[in-house]
């Protein structure tokens, strides 16, 4: 019993307060979507090399949770999940991008650090209408937020990772 308390409290203190699902922040952006799909990716060696040369940001994981919107048999987008650390704890933000290789928006799904660090829909709303091929920098692209600054680093850092996985695996030619 004394394991089963021990393993439900580090489950506990490993998750992150959810703010939206990604399903729903999907059929936010994409309102004609009649069906939403997800699947997890699991990157090749090669692919996860390629992925941190062209992102410049180490990966933590080879796994990734990809959402497909759809309206009938139509891709519309798609949403790439990223889970960064900030300081100690996660935020997963979904990237939310078009079939024609934009940066439709971004959405903080869930943010465990405390609530003053948590990016504006202000500030987030920069991520709007970026091409894939634009590897967004903190400082020059993308202004920092005072006192968030670790905050910002991982919603940008995080944008060039699913740019890259949005690049080598989704974007049609």
Known sequence: MKTLSLLIVFALSLSADVLITPEEALSLAYKDATKIEKRNILLT?????????????????????????????TVLGYGILINETVRSKNAVILYVISVDSLLKSIEIIAFNEPPEYLPSKTWSAQFQNIETSKMLRLSKEIPTITGATMSAKSVTDGSRVAFALYNELLKKD
């Open 45 to 73: 060696n090669a692919q996860a090399q390629k992925i941190q040369e062209e992102s410049k940001v180490k990966l933590s994981s080879k796994i990734y949770r990809l959402f497909t919107a759809q309206k009938d048999d």
